[in-house]
């Protein structure tokens, strides 16, 4: 993407992203400038409409994996390519900690079982 080619009062340039198709940003675009301003105004939070939504209780690392799976689901409905493809990139790389997580968690467990049994086994 082209940074925005708007140059400040100090001679330095803008670096925002333009807008598709457009020289400049969203704030520095001449069709931009009303809706700039009040967007300014609302600090960032004109459109955003939070959406109530029901998470599971996380107890273990399997747990994240199903609440990631269910993630991924949302965000083919974001429609921006670039914004789709970073959350699949973070929730990639969070599965990929939780898998690892996960399968540590496992062969503690049965680490764990193997100790327990060599212990009776001794009787101490």
């Known amino acids: 993407m082209k940074r925005c080619g708007y140059v400040k009062k100090d001679t330095s340039k803008c670096l925002?992203?333009?807008l598709k198709g457009k020289k400049s940003c969203f704030w520095h675009s001449k069709g931009s400038k009303v809706k700039s301003k009040a967007a300014a105004v609302k600090g960032g939070k004109?459109?955003?409409?939070?959406?109530?939504?029901?998470?599971?209780?996380?107890?273990?690392s399997k747990d994240i994996?199903?609440?990631?799976?269910?993630a991924l689901g949302e965000i083919e409905k974001v429609p921006d390519a670039e914004s789709?493809?970073?959350?699949?990139l973070r929730a990639v790389n969070s599965a990929t900690k939780?898998?690892?997580?996960?399968?540590?968690e496992d062969r503690l467990t049965e680490l764990?079982?193997?100790?327990?049994?060599?212990?009776?086994?001794l009787k101490i």
């Open 65 to 70: 994996i199903k609440l990631l799976n269910r």
């Open 16 to 18: 925002a992203y333009c």
């Open 112 to 121: 764990e079982g193997k100790i327990i049994k060599m212990n009776r086994g």
């Open 84 to 88: 789709r493809a970073t959350l699949v």
């Open 46 to 60: 004109g459109k955003i409409k939070l959406k109530i939504i029901n998470l599971p209780r996380v107890e273990s």
């Open 98 to 104: 939780a898998l690892t997580t996960s399968d540590l």
